[in-house]
């Protein structure tokens, strides 16, 4: 799955040539998407990564952002790797 926005590829990141600003531009998008990645359970950020196709240090500012604003909680108990899982927060209205 390729993230666009209205039919415009998100451009491809390369690391070093994002800045945060363009990386928070896209939340929105990648909201979409990130929520899509979850319908089937719990995730981790680089499992989530590797399915919305972003590098895990840009899917670490959508989660913790969506974790912020209630749409996103970490399950307490850490992976055998060292990472929380995520699962989507059920929302009033959704």
Request: hydrophobic share 35%; no cysteine; aromatic share 8%.
């Amino acid at each position: 799955m390729t993230p666009t926005t209205g039919g415009t590829k998100i451009k491809d990141a390369d690391p070093g040539n994002r800045s945060v600003r363009e990386i928070i531009r896209d939340e929105q998008v990648m909201r979409r998407h990130i929520l899509a990645a979850l319908e089937d359970g719990p995730l981790t950020v680089p499992e989530i990564a590797t399915a919305v196709e972003r590098p895990s240090h840009e899917v670490m500012f959508w989660v913790m952002g969506l974790r912020k604003y209630g749409w996103l909680a970490e399950i307490k108990e850490v992976t055998d790797e060292g990472y929380f899982r995520y699962q989507v927060v059920e929302r009033e209205g959704s």
